[in-house]
């Protein structure tokens, strides 16, 4: 099994395992062009550097100071009270576990729980236990975004022709460490780890689509997804093996929202060290679709009206017309890499190389190979430190909220951004939220 086997670097003494330094250090308020591009190629995967800054002659980035961006108090309380407990069964599957971080890994983890049970190269199921910290990273009550705009482009981003727009939310259940200690799910007993809706309003021939899915706290139960589409007149289920589809003919599949959103066990898993590296924290641009005017930073619901393409194009991305190494500030993180191998028969990737801050464990980039080990796909997101964002509601949630998520086929050279700039952290009381997640909604159609 990749999931348990030692790699090349862990059979290395423990010290040999602290991050490279960089070959041309970089400085806050550095401006990176293609001047000076090489000061930056040791500070990202090599595979990303050659296909997204190498040759990129817009490349202008600058060096923002690295944050301290340690998550929700009631996490790090959850992480220490439950420290220990949690362990993986002989399937892989996380068992006696409450909340908080599983296996104390980050920093902060390690120091909360006075390293009684710090999570180490030597276990010998290190990487699996790294992606169920992922899995239950700290991500507040949920997703809300109630205005999202999606490009599609080809032709390496000079041709957006098509703009589509909707509303998103997700809501988690189960494990929430915010609503300790009187409880830890937000409906009693539910078996809901969490659940996502999202409606697409334009353009005209795909509105009224929708999908509806629930993620179940025990693996072995499939999710249950559902999908509205209006030129059937009819919901349909989709199946788990569909996940790794095409999602409405864009480059994304439902598995790579979030970089990896996929079942864990489904998966094996390798580690591939850590480093210092650059990565999008916390973004302080004002995009899609916060320059759409009418209250729309701290709108919790619904559109204000539909954007326009001009609108969208207000920030600048590239390359491809979609990466983020235009206009944006990167700081020095400690990011840690996870090979993802599917055990999926006929699933597209062979390889996804999957990047993920350390302190946060928010997803930073991804690169992924196709069957016969080419490379295929660059995912990277941009987030935006809930501390500063214009929603007050957002600023004592302590979370990396996404903002921008944004995918490059490398052999069809087709690209796509979603912007979801006025992205918020609202929590939802079970009521609203058993009321929001019914098929029900997926029977109104357009």
């Known amino acids: 099994m990749r999931s348990t086997r030692v790699t090349a670097a862990l059979a290395l003494p423990l010290f040999f395992l602290v991050v490279a330094p960089a070959r041309a250090d970089v ?16 500070l990202f995967p090599e595979d990303l550097y050659a296909f997204a800054v190498q040759n990129f002659a817009g490349l202008d980035i600058t060096i923002a100071p690295t944050g301290n961006y340690k998550p929700h108090p009631k996490f790090v309380e959850a992480t220490a009270k439950y420290a220990c407990q949690a362990r993986l069964d002989e399937r892989g599957y996380l068992v006696n576990y409450t909340a908080g971080q599983p296996f104390p890994y980050s920093e902060w983890a390690k120091k909360a729980t006075e390293h009684a049970c710090d999570l180490t190269p030597d276990d010998p199921q290190f990487a699996l236990k790294l992606a169920w910290n992922v899995n239950y990273r700290w991500q507040g009550s949920g997703h809300n975004y109630p205005h999202w705009g999606f490009s599609y482009m080809r032709n390496e981003g000079k041709n957006l022709w098509r703009l589509g727009q909707g509303v998103y939310r997700r809501t988690y259940f189960s494990h929430r460490a915010d609503l300790l200690p009187e409880s830890r799910d937000l409906e009693e007993g539910t078996d809901v780890e969490w659940a996502e809706f999202f409606e697409i309003m334009d353009p005209f021939d795909l509105r009224g689509t929708m999908y509806l899915l629930f993620r179940y706290t025990d693996p072995s139960k499939e999710d249950d997804t559902w999908a509205y589409v209006p030129s059937l007149r009819c919901v349909r289920r989709v199946a788990a093996t569909q996940k790794s589809d095409s999602l409405m003919g864009t480059e994304f599949t439902l598995e790579d929202f979030a970089l990896f959103s996929g079942y864990v066990t489904s998966q094996d898993w390798e580690f591939g060290g850590e480093m210092i590296g650059l990565a999008a924290m916390d973004t302080n641009r004002t995009c899609f679709p916060l320059n759409l005017g009418g209250g729309v930073e701290t709108k919790l619901a619904g559109m204000t009206r539909l954007g326009k393409l001009k609108e969208f194009r207000r920030c600048r991305f590239g390359p491809y017309g979609a990466l983020p190494f235009v206009e944006e500030r990167w700081e020095k993180r400690v990011l840690f890499q996870l090979d993802d191998y599917p055990k999926q028969k006929g699933h597209p990737y062979s390889l996804k190389k999957i990047w993920y801050d350390k302190e946060t464990m928010a997803p930073k980039f991804a690169f992924a190979y196709d069957r016969a080990g080419e490379p295929y796909k660059i995912l990277v997101t941009v987030h935006q ?62």
């Not at 550095?30 to 000061?39: H, L, S, Y």
């Open 27 to 42: 400085e806050v308020g550095d401006r990176i062009t293609p001047a000076n591009r090489e000061k930056v190629k040791e």
């Open 385 to 446: 430190w809930s501390g500063r964002s214009p929603n007050p509601i957002n600023r004592q949630m302590h979370v990396p909220i996404e903002v921008a998520n944004t995918v490059v086929n490398l052999q069809n050279l087709n690209s796509h951004v979603i912007q979801m700039f006025n992205a918020n952290m609202n929590r939802f009381s079970a009521k609203d939220s058993l009321k929001y997640f019914d098929t029900s909604k997926l029977k109104l159609g357009r």
